[in-house]
């Protein structure tokens, strides 16, 4: 147990509450950097959510990770594996795809739990580099990746609001640790 929560490997059980958590942490860093609530309210996507959080589970080569208080809720969640990108080199370099935590867990340290494990694992597969992309108004996020040595490798590709994706690395070895 780390600072009253714990961290375990997902299973396909927890497909709905990964689409739950998945909603909410992106609504609140969507909203926070201008898009309006309404737009991401749409049913259809919290469905399409769970169903592609119930393929990532059955993916073997995908790692997903979730930490959970004591009583059992999900509060936070890691998801990572081979890079999409087909401009990395997948033997080099492992993706961070996603780490979600809830507003009401932030500043408990689940977020840096969770970005420890991704160093890990990353290690684990023999990967030399972490990846990422962030939203350029995820401000929260991008100040807490810089925090774990991620930097910009100048790389964007276009996202809401006219603000672009940014695409992050890390250099593994002792970092994150």
């Known amino acids: 147990m780390d600072q009253g929560f714990r961290l ?15 909603t909410r942490t992106r609504t609140a860093y969507y909203t926070a950097g201008g898009l309006p609530e ?10 399409e959510r769970r169903a592609a959080w119930a393929r990532v589970l059955a993916a073997p080569e995908r790692a997903t990770v979730v930490a959970e208080d004591p009583d059992g809720t999900v ?35 689940v977020g840096g739990a969770l970005h420890r494990e991704f160093v890990v694992l990353a290690e684990a597969a023999g ?3 972490g990846v990422l992309e962030c939203w350029a108004s995820n401000t929260r996020a991008h100040r807490f990746y810089a925090r774990n040595g991620w930097r910009p490798d100048g790389t964007r590709r276009p996202g809401p609001l006219d603000r672009d994706y940014v695409r992050l690395r890390l250099t593994l070895g002792s970092r994150g640790r």
Do not use: K, N
């Open 8 to 22: 375990r490997g997902a299973t396909a059980e927890d497909a709905d509450v990964l689409a739950d958590v998945h």
């Open 38 to 47: 309404e737009e991401l309210a749409d049913p259809s996507g919290r469905r």
């Open 75 to 109: 509060v936070g969640l890691l998801a990572a594996g081979p890079p999409h990108h087909g401009d990395l080199d997948v033997s080099t370099c492992y993706e961070l795809y996603q780490i979600g935590v809830l507003a009401h867990a932030w500043g408990r340290g």
């Open 127 to 129: 990967c030399v580099e």
